[in-house]
């Protein structure tokens, strides 16, 4: 098995490969080209026939988000409810690095995914808005605390919409500081976000690709990381005649995680669940000829395996929130 873990410019390159040595795939992110921001499963889809035919697997989206939150949507769906009406996904980062102005993962994925056009699904169709444009506040159990959540379009929504056709209305949110939003909006002002090759002292060189190399590694930022994750889906719909509310959630502090593993919660949170993923596959209890979606599996083991590496997560009924 080979296991891309968000190299998202390389997927189908990766893909490729595994399909001539004959083994299967398993990612954490989906394709994005190099010179467009744009994230999309239509370019890995594409390769179904392909992997099916050579009776190989490829398993797409196997980290937390995506990965863990379309795992919560089919666990929900399959123990919850009925039929399903809306999904809100939710990512709070409470931590704090202590840096100005620093990105959890890798800036450049991080920074194109931020400032790209929102896209939320509603009445059968995305619905294309500003970036960063929407937000609320939110304010997590366990006294984790209270952000504010912008809505921003994020590539699980694409699969979840086609694999749960029931879904009238689904929107991806992620807590941000108003000091990383100050210094993004500053840093797209000058030009610093751009992902266009630009000439500078006889030289190519990609804005976002330098800004990169100033910002601080993300892989340093374990040690000084305080505070916790808050990560999971808000789903509506109907059971038993009766319309109901189900929040799925885990929280993870980043202390905990480098006390464990010297990463902070982000790692932490994306690893685990593609370590469960690639376990399903080995031991042959996810494992079909094809390219699939992780919330195309049965998500009952994936969520007893979380609960036993380091992942727990809980369950509220009818929260007493409402979401835009």
Known sequence: MVINVALPYQDLTIMD???????????????????????????????????ADAGLMALLGCGFDPGATNVFTAYIAKHYFDEIHTLDIIDVNGGDHGYPFATNFNPEINIREVTAECRHWENGEFVTTPAMSTSQPFTCPEGVGSFDIYRMYHEELESLTLNFPTIKKAQFWMSFGDSYLKHLEVLGNVGMTGIEPMEFQGQKIVPIQFLKALLPDPSTLGPRTTGKTCIG???????????????????????????????????????????????????????KPGVWNIEQMDPDAFMDDMNQHGLSWKVIEDPDFDLL
Request: hydrophobic residues 35%; contains cysteine.
């Open 17 to 51: 490969a595994c399909l001539e040595a004959g083994v299967h795939y398993m990612d954490t992110a989906n394709y994005e080209p190099l010179d467009t921001a744009k994230f999309e499963y239509s370019w890995q889809w594409a390769y179904q026939q392909r992997f």
């Open 233 to 287: 889906c808000v789903v509506t719909g109907i059971s038993d005649g009766r319309e109901k509310t189900v929040y799925l959630y885990n929280i993870k502090d980043h202390q905990d995680c480098y006390r464990e593993v010297q990463s902070q919660a982000i790692s932490y949170t994306t690893a685990v669940p593609a370590m469960i993923s690639a376990k399903l596959m080995v031991q042959g209890q996810w494992l």
